[in-house]
């Protein structure tokens, strides 16, 4: 996206003018069409839209019009290559998730200025480019997601980073970036952060490689971790422009990079999931998991994910579960391609100790499912079919 094409709507002419001036001082050069409509009415506005081949819809829900939604989302199926930006002062959790369920790409303030609209043009553009040259990533990001508060997404997390790294000679970095709640260093050390994210960013123009692995926690030689914020207040310093230059940077240093999310989903969090080549949306054989997975998976799509990009894992498994792995897939409507058994005695001495589960109970399933997924993201043979060819080797 070099010139774009920027089609604005707003049911006040005024409106139209303010925007326009505002888009006019974005440092790119931008082909603007105004059209005065209410924003429900837009529907009956589209072939101006497809006559001006826009790539990008400025709407103004000055009052967060929920009801504009509805229209915006048919609009978003008719033209699925232009991005969507909502101007709105209502700036609740729900009316964003609302926004992105219709595929909205940014939610911005109604007084946005000519910087909040060349930082939110600058990152469509970023994502077009992205997709457009569909460039491999010197390392990939892994992000976990819990379904529901509780699933053990941190646990998994912390736990598959470790067994990446001990399999071989990968580069692995875990980034908490729960930060308000975050305990992914507890999973794997005994010891306290000597440094957190928020130290991590706190002069974002010193940000290196030297500067980042300053402030990380090494678990072992190609470990690193990068903490949460002890105090919860200091996580609200942390921008969605942070999280796009630690995991640029991090990719570019480790194979593997994986980020630990938490439950909610905000500005933030999405920011990270576009960065993800693999989402891993954690869950358990329970009603409301199943619920909280469909609706997890219905914002995967409205952010326009491919399917592939996401993957179900049914944690603490147990084969006489009251839900079985068939009957979860059918609720959720997605498959579950990865198992992690439950084992809560040997998940709580590994948790209780800051111990990784490999480390402290080696033959236990837990570590063997951890293994196994690890072996697969690695392009290796499953961990007992290479013991068993060892084996044979041995023996000739």
């Known amino acids: 996206m070099n010139d774009l094409n920027i089609a604005i709507a707003s049911a006040d002419k005024s409106r139209l003018d303010e925007i326009g001036l505002a888009l006019a001082s974005a440092k790119r050069r931008l082909r603007v069409t105004a059209m005065q409509c209410a924003p429900q009415r837009l529907g009956a506005m589209s072939s101006q839209l497809s006559q001006h081949a826009a790539d990008i819809l400025v709407v103004d829900c000055r009052d967060g019009d929920a009801g504009a939604l509805p229209v915006l989302e048919q609009i978003g199926i008719q033209y699925p290559r232009m991005a969507m930006v909502v101007l709105s002062s209502c700036?609740?959790?729900?009316?964003?998730?609302?926004?992105?369920?219709?595929?909205?790409?940014?939610?911005?303030?109604s007084n946005a200025d000519g910087a909040a609209f060349h930082a939110a043009i600058e990152r469509i553009a970023a994502k077009a480019v992205k997709a457009g040259a569909q460039q491999e990533q010197s390392g990939k990001v892994?992000?976990?997601?819990?379904?529901?508060?509780?699933?053990?997404?941190?646990?998994?997390?912390?736990?598959?980073?470790?067994?990446?790294a001990a399999q071989g000679d990968a580069r692995v970095a875990l980034l908490d970036l729960n930060l308000q709640f975050g305990d992914a260093a507890l999973y794997l050390?005994?010891?306290?952060?000597?440094?957190?994210?928020a130290d991590a960013v706190q002069d974002i123009s010193r940000l290196d490689e030297a500067f980042l692995k300053a402030n990380m926690m090494q678990v072992r030689f190609n470990l690193d971790m990068l903490a949460a914020p002890v105090d919860p207040a200091r996580g609200l310093e942390i921008k969605p422009e942070h999280i796009d230059a630690l995991i640029?940077?991090?990719?570019?240093?480790?194979?593997y990079v994986i980020l630990d999310l938490g439950r909610n989903l905000d500005a933030l969090t999405i920011r990270a999931l576009d960065h993800a080549d693999t989402i891993f949306a954690v869950v358990q054989a329970t009603l409301p998991f199943v619920r909280g997975a469909k609706r997890m998976l219905g914002i995967f799509e409205s952010l326009e994910y491919p399917p592939q990009k996401v993957e179900l894992v049914l944690n603490r498994f147990e084969k006489d579960a009251a839900l079985s792995v068939k009957d979860l897939e059918s609720?959720?409507?997605?498959?579950?391609?990865?198992?992690?058994?439950?084992?809560?005695?040997?998940?709580?001495?590994?948790?209780?100790?800051?111990?990784?589960?490999?480390?402290?109970?080696?033959?236990?399933?837990?570590?063997r499912n951890l293994e196994n997924w690890a072996a697969d993201l690695l392009g290796k043979a499953p961990v007992e079919e290479s013991r068993w060819f060892n084996r044979i080797l041995k023996r000739a």
């Not at 892994?142 to 990446?164: E, P, R």
């Not at 050390?189 to 000597?194: L, P, R, T």
């Not at 640029?248 to 194979?255: E, I, M, N, Q």
């Not at 959720?332 to 040997?346: K, L, M, Y």
């Open 91 to 109: 700036e609740s959790a729900d009316f964003l998730l609302q926004a992105m369920r219709c595929g909205v790409r940014e939610v911005l303030p």
């Open 142 to 164: 892994l992000a976990f997601a819990s379904c529901k508060g509780g699933s053990g997404a941190t646990f998994l997390a912390a736990n598959l980073g470790y067994a990446l």
């Open 189 to 197: 050390s005994d010891g306290k952060a000597a440094a957190t994210i």
């Open 248 to 255: 640029a940077l991090a990719v570019r240093h480790y194979d």
């Open 331 to 367: 609720a959720c409507g997605a498959s579950i391609r990865r198992t992690v058994a439950h084992e809560p005695h040997v998940a709580e001495a590994a948790a209780n100790q800051g111990i990784a589960v490999m480390k402290l109970a080696g033959g236990s399933c837990i570590a």
